[in-house]
């Protein structure tokens, strides 16, 4: 009878998934349209030798992944692996075509990179360098800080994937917050921009790049076994920044001086008849606090500071 009950109980929690999810269920449904569109109006008619109902099928399963993505139903590669056990059980890739990818070099790299970053994060060293680099007094406008943070996250965007790189900067943009008086919102998305615009400089800065020179790897060992041939070619690290250089110029003083056009924030001043309380303070002999002007702290007038009444 449990059992009976269950099932009888998996309809209505399907639907109230579906409610709950609603926003999902609308991009799911014109999603499906388009595809269906795309392909009984325009790649079946013109494209007979290229597609099959096999392509189909595989739109409309990228289709349902994506859905469940953004549902955030489970774990994104969780998600990802069972989407590509899927397929190959309906025959559509093949097994060597799902796992080709985890005996790519490029693959191999992003995830070293990945893991070097997040030991990056783990040691503490971008907020030990973050926390000298802001400015812990309240700021009326944005690009004092960003000109002082973007040079330094965009040089550590050189060496390490951009991804994780903005992971690890934005707990130093929301510690910025309580003491700078600006709302985050304003500096993590110019942030992100920064740090793309530097990641194209390099081989390890973006998985784009990565994916790039495997490709470029691979199609010179087609050609060469294809016409017997023994080219060797190489892509240095820094190669591409030849030509992305440039763009980064342009990107980071975008992102810096743009802000101008930001409105600024008024700084309250303290009333000049406010009671006076004691609260004790530990000051770390590290603290970028000492040999300054109390004043010129963010000790004399915390900007986020309230005061409740019990």
């Known amino acids: 009878m449990e059992i009976l009950k269950c099932?009888?109980?998996?309809p209505k929690k399907i639907l109230k998934w579906v409610i709950s999810n609603w926003k999902c269920m609308v991009f799911f449904v014109i999603f499906t349209i388009c595809l269906c569109l795309l392909y009984f109006c325009d790649w079946k008619v013109h494209y007979a030798n290229s597609v099959s109902t096999k392509t189909f099928l595989f739109m409309f399963t990228?289709?349902?992944?994506?859905?469940?993505?953004?549902?955030?139903v489970m774990h994104p590669g969780m998600m990802i692996l069972l989407t590509s056990?899927?397929?190959?059980f309906l025959q559509i890739i093949t097994p060597a075509e799902a796992f080709v990818g985890f005996s790519n070099n490029s693959t191999l790299t992003v995830l070293v990179a990945l893991i070097i970053s997040e030991a990056v994060d783990k040691t503490g060293g971008l907020k030990f360098v973050g926390r000298f680099l802001l400015p812990d007094t309240p700021q009326k406008y944005i690009w004092p800080s960003a000109i002082r943070l973007f040079p330094f996250v965009m040089a550590v965007s050189l060496f390490l994937n951009n991804t994780p790189v903005v992971a690890m900067s934005i707990p130093l943009i929301f510690a910025w917050t309580k003491t700078s008086t600006q709302p985050a919102s304003k500096?993590?998305?110019?942030m992100c921009y920064a740090i793309q615009y530097a990641g194209m400089n390099s081989i390890l800065g973006t998985s784009t790049n990565l994916v790039a020179k495997g490709l470029i790897?691979?199609?010179?060992?087609?050609v060469n076994s294809k016409y017997n041939l023994n080219m060797q070619v190489t892509v240095p690290m820094f190669e591409i920044g030849v030509v992305a250089f440039p763009l980064t110029v342009v990107g980071f003083l975008y992102?810096?001086?743009c802000t101008f056009l930001v409105p600024k924030t008024e700084i309250e001043e303290p009333p000049k008849n406010h009671s006076e309380?004691?609260?004790?303070?530990?000051?770390?002999?590290?603290?970028n606090h000492i040999n300054k002007q109390l004043k010129d702290t963010v000790l004399f007038f915390p900007s986020h500071g309230k005061l409740f009444r019990n």
Do not use: H, R, W
Request: proline share 7%; glycine share 2%.
């Open 217 to 222: 790897l691979n199609q010179v060992d087609i």
């Open 255 to 257: 992102c810096v001086f």
């Open 85 to 88: 056990i899927l397929l190959v």
């Open 277 to 287: 309380f004691i609260i004790p303070v530990k000051i770390g002999p590290k603290s």
């Open 62 to 72: 990228f289709d349902v992944m994506l859905t469940l993505l953004l549902a955030e």
């Open 7 to 10: 099932i009888k109980e998996i």
């Open 187 to 190: 500096l993590l998305l110019p």
